[in-house]
């Protein structure tokens, strides 16, 4: 389930940093609706900010990741380095 959290997290990053820059993020329903907060929703600022969350998504991640494949390299070195000794009488 980890996996499937961080996966998303680096999905959605990925969304963030590259929509805010294309034609889609323009041509949008809130722009057409509200044409008071085009100003806004067009601004280069908020499409920044937007990338950088994105940017903070895909980091997220990213520690989401190394936490999954780290617990499981201590999982299986535990498991290895354990050696049952035989019964002393």
């Given at each position: 389930m980890?996996?499937?959290l961080a996966a998303l997290f680096?999905?959605?990053g990925f969304v963030l940093v590259v929509v805010?820059?294309?034609t889609f993020w323009d041509r949008?329903?809130?722009v057409d609706a509200l044409p008071q907060v085009e100003w806004l929703l067009t601004?280069?600022?908020l499409r920044g900010a937007v990338s950088g969350l994105g940017v903070v998504d895909i980091c997220a991640g990213?520690?989401?990741l190394v936490a999954i494949f780290a617990s499981r390299s201590q999982?299986?070195?535990a498991s290895s380095t354990f050696v049952s000794q035989?019964?002393?009488d």
């Open positions: 980890a996996l499937l680096v999905e959605v805010p820059w294309t949008n329903y809130f601004s280069n600022y990213i520690a989401e999982r299986a070195t035989p019964a002393q």
